[in-house]
């Protein structure tokens, strides 16, 4: 493993981009490198040429020093959770230099060239699909499907599975391929608790009805429980009744009451 300087860089890209590095953490721009958009738990900028990602782990709490000590640090975890996945056969932003000197906590990742699934979503489906763009859509549906029954298959819980943690890239023979982004809160079980089960699905269908209508959310159960065939039918309808519990909870709070009307229309219709 290669170290590189006081800030204790890893990997093997750490002397590629150290003095890039050594500016980001202070916040000061490095030639071809631009700020993007993200949470207030992070810091994080991309150089287009090659396609790179920073990210910068900020302290959420005073408490989080020893959380880092207990657990290891939040880019550790994104770092050692992302492996596994990969390992495990899924797709994941690769690492190419890390570090961490106790006010620091950051990645770079290779870029990948795909696209948010929310935004993606957002952008397709909103309007009437002609019969190929339907068609293509169901596919995306199942797929994505398959890739969490997957998932949860190998015994592994997304710590954050909204959609826009998901890439997706539509290949032109219209195969879609998944990214799992976001992985320092993944938990990987010999069985899953039925309750982490549900939480990663009603993550999922957080989505309005005007892109994902009630029979294109069945499409997606029923692919899943094809790939992780754990659950009887009696317990794939409590299943489904709670996800629906859970997901008009979140729906009506009041930044999402708009959906949450037009869901609870769709459930009592």
Known sequence: MVNSGNLGICGSRSEYYRRDIERLVQGMLPVGWEWVKSSKKTKVARRNSPLVYYKEFLSRSRFEVLKNVVKGSRGERARIHGDSLISHGFNAPVPLCWGDDHKHNFIIFEGIEAEPIGGYIYSNWGQKLSNNELKLKYKCIAALATEVGRLHRSGIVHGD?????ILINVSEDQSPTFYFLDNERNEQYGVI??????????????ISPKFISFKDRFRFFHSYNSVYKRFNIDSQKYLVKRIWQLTLKRFARPSLSDCYKDLQKIVNN
């Open 161 to 165: 599975l909204r959609l826009n943690n």
């Open 193 to 206: 608790p039925e309750k982490l089960i549900a939480k990663n699905l009603v993550q999922l269908n957080l």
